[in-house]
T-cell receptor
Framework: GDSVTQMEGPVTLSEEAFLTINCTYT??????LFWYVQYPGEGLQLLLK?????DKGSNKGFEATYRKETTSFHLEKGSVQVSDSAVYFC??????????FGQGTRLTINP | DVKVTQSSRYLVKRTGEKVFLECVQD?????MFWYRQDPGLGLRLIYF???????EKGDIPEGYSVSREKKERFSLILESASTNQTSMYLC???????????FGSGTRLTVV
């Protein structure tokens, strides 16, 4: 079945550092890909998405590019802030519309 | 903005009680979902629904049931709560493939 693999956390960075959180997927067909963010004590919020190969999703300084050749959708941000501390989930959906989530990566940014 | 509202943020129930978790969305979405989130296990799909009165089992339906009598409301029912159902429960809705989900804020359920 379809699956999503994220880099294991936790990830700890200093403010203004460059962030990459790796995400790879296994799926038949052409899934849509998503990044969600969960701040402490809250539900998940859609951060960005891409629906076809080579699409780049972006929001709040975060970016991710849908790479079909490497089946990847890595999340990047050039300069992180303390307020970016959260858990980040990579996910895919296709066909039946169910989202398949990765395990989540906890990110902590120190001032 | 689409809103998904879960009726309680925190809930404490006793073992054996019947528990109802309510979820309401206000954007006429066909699809609604219930997940539970546990440390180290990520999000696991319990049940989902693509239409009124329709339901499908997810990956971990045992011990749960659902009800969708109206399009905007999707209820999760714990028939006889057990301590291993202590968890964060997340409801979500969506319009269709490629649109992603909108999540509620979650209900943290503790069964004692």
């Amino acid at each position: 079945g379809d699956s999503v693999t994220q880099m294991e956390g936790p990830v700890t960075l200093s403010e203004e550092a460059f962030l990459t959180i790796n995400c790879t997927y296994t799926a038949t067909g052409y899934p849509s890909l998503f990044w969600y963010v969960q701040y402490p004590g809250e539900g998940l919020q859609l951060l960005l998405k891409a629906t076809k190969a080579d699409d780049k999703g972006s929001n709040k300084g975060f970016e991710a590019t849908y790479r079909k050749e490497t089946t990847s959708f890595h999340l990047e941000k050039g300069s992180v802030q303390v307020s970016d501390s959260a858990v980040y989930f990579c996910a895919l959906s296709q066909g039946a519309q169910k989202l398949v989530f990765g395990q989540g990566t906890r990110l902590t940014i120190n001032p | 903005d689409v809103k998904v509202t879960q009726s309680s943020r925190y809930l404490v129930k006793r073992t054996g009680e019947k528990v109802f978790l309510e979820c309401v969305q206000d954007m006429d979405h066909e699809n609604m979902f219930w997940y539970r989130q546990d440390p180290g296990l990520g999000l696991r799909l319990i049940y989902f629904s693509y239409d009124v009165k329709m339901k499908e089992k997810g990956d971990i339906p045992e011990g749960y049931s659902v009800s969708r009598e109206k399009k905007e409301r999707f209820s999760l029912i714990l028939e006889s709560a057990s301590t291993n159902q202590t968890s964060m429960y997340l409801c979500a809705s969506s319009l269709g493939t490629g649109n992603g989900y909108t999540f509620g804020s979650g209900t943290r359920l503790t069964v004692v």
